[in-house]
């Protein structure tokens, strides 16, 4: 399954080809406390259908908070979230549940422990939203369903249950998961975080496929290489602000900020 | 054990497993059944947001937790009468038994639903659903699988507190021991054959619970 396919997706754009004005995500102001601690001081980011933003910065930064605000995970305290130029959300004047659950159906969320149920099968990890939330025909979903699993190589572990697969494994049905929702936006939460290291790869890989296949992402990671490779523009969060975005290739040779420098320099000279 | 001993044995047999078939097991089934309801309903009060379904439902709990089930049956049984209110002893009992059950039984199925990690909250929400469904579909299966081998326990306790409603003259297993006892005078006897009947139930609820447990345990490592 493309992008194209998707009922939701309107506009018949080659995947990738999509103009670069026509924005998908547009963020202005978010904020957001706990407590006394202001997280995310006031957040703009835009990403345009078929693009990827990576976002990079120190544990702690904000950076997943941003996700789990835009998949209404966290209820933001202002600022507004645009979808797709057809969903508006006003965080100033707090939002309804209709909101939230509107941003919920228009993107999907792939978590860094993978998060899948541990009590159903692969299969039924992946039809469980399509079917009994979306009520979408369930010999239809399930056909879809497998294809994607098919395409990442698992389809021999339809029916196996969670704890049977590795975190690689375990973290390409949370992908599949997320696909086969259809959303218009995919968030990504540090995907490899936590797997072991000779399995970060494959994930990657799929990763990368879909950016190229012209989904639309935004994606917390840590791997900078891949940053590079795969996405389109690299914002840089630290303290809950956007200190530095642009060219993925220019933000990591030569970022213009100090903070940026100092940031990628530890990470690449860890010691 | 001499020939009398062994007949009297054996002919008593009778009415104590008939207690026990028309009176303990159905007794027990009946209010763990309603007991379990009230008690789902009792963990997600303790849980909810709003200050006073909580408070209420904390106070149900200390209340029911802090006075002897003994207490309760005879207030229930020999109390409300007082105020008007009679219920015939087999209602009685379901309706003490049921209470005590739901503050138990609430405890430990809020323990269970807050096991539940809270990821799985949030890949339910993920996926579009509500909070109910995201509740019955992801939350409580889970919650179930941790919670058999605590509300066994309570299962197997109440079978044998159902003894209790001999005092309020529901005719279970003790009471037909106790009158078997008392006609022939073999209280050693006879209370002995109560309590092996007791650990017979008890026995067969264990082995269910390992039955329940193996079910509910094949989407976890071992």
């Not at chain 1, 004005?21 to 547009?26: G, K, P, Q, S, T």
């Not at chain 2, 054996?10 to 028309?22: C, D, E, K, N």
Request: charged share 20%; net charge neutral.
């Amino acid at each position: 399954m493309s992008p194209t396919d998707r009922p939701e997706g309107t506009d018949s754009t080659a995947p990738g080809g999509a103009p670069a004005a026509e924005a998908l995500l547009r963020v202005r102001g978010l904020q957001k406390s706990f407590g006394p601690n202001q997280v995310l001081q006031s957040i703009d980011l835009t990403v345009a259908r078929g693009q990827v933003l990576a976002l990079i910065g120190p544990s702690g930064s904000g950076k997943t908070t941003i996700l789990r605000c835009l998949n209404g995970l966290e209820l933001a305290d202002g600022g507004t979230i645009d979808l797709a130029g057809e969903l508006s959300v006003d965080f100033a004047t707090a939002p309804t549940r209709n909101h939230l659950s509107a941003l919920r159906d228009r993107s999907a969320m792939v978590f860094q422990h993978y998060n899948l149920f541990p009590h159903k099968t692969v299969l039924e990890n992946v039809v469980e939203g399509p079917v009994i939330v979306q009520r979408r025909p369930k010999a239809e979903v399930e056909a879809e369903a497998l294809a994607l699993l098919e395409r990442v190589g698992l389809t021999a572990k339809k029916d196996s249950y969670p704890f049977e697969l590795s975190g690689g494994q375990q973290q390409r049905v949370g992908i599949v998961r997320a696909l086969a929702l259809r959303p218009q936006l995919l968030l990504f939460d540090e995907p490899t975080s936590s797997l072991d290291p000779e399995l970060v790869g494959d994930v990657l890989r799929l990763i990368k496929e879909l950016a190229v296949e012209g989904w639309s992402m935004v994606i917390v990671t840590h791997e900078l290489e891949f940053a590079r490779e795969v996405a389109t523009e690299i914002a840089f969060v630290d303290g809950g602000r956007i200190v530095e975005h642009g060219d993925p290739k220019q933000v990591l040779r030569d970022p213009k900020q100090e903070r940026t420098r100092q940031f990628l320099h530890r990470l690449l000279f860890p010691f | 054990m001499n020939q009398a001993t062994w007949d009297l044995f054996l002919s008593s047999l009778g009415p104590i497993v008939l207690g026990a078939l028309t009176g303990t097991i159905p007794l027990a089934l009946v209010s763990f059944a309603v007991g379990l309801v009230l008690a789902l309903l009792l963990a997600l009060m303790r849980l909810s947001r709003r200050r006073w379904l909580s408070w209420t439902a904390r106070v149900y709990i200390s209340i029911v937790r802090g006075t002897p089930l003994l207490v309760q049956l005879f207030v229930i049984f020999y109390g409300l009468p007082s105020l008007g209110v009679v219920i015939d002893p087999w209602p009685s009992a379901v309706f003490a038994f049921s209470i005590n059950v739901g503050g138990y039984a609430a405890e430990v199925i809020r323990a269970a639903i807050l096991s539940v990690p809270k990821g799985q909250w949030e890949a339910a929400y993920m996926i579009g659903m509500s909070h109910r469904r995201a509740l019955t579909r992801i939350i409580l299966p889970q919650a179930a699988r941790v919670s058999v081998p605590p509300l066994s326990n309570t299962f197997i306790s109440l079978v044998k507190d159902t003894s209790l409603a001999s005092l309020i003259l529901v005719t279970e297993l003790f009471r037909q021991a106790q009158q078997v006892a008392a006609f022939s005078q073999e209280f050693m006897l006879l209370y002995l054959e109560a309590a092996l009947v007791y650990w017979v139930i008890c026995l067969a609820l264990s082995s269910v619970q390992g039955v329940l447990e193996k079910r509910l345990d094949r989407y976890v490592a071992h």
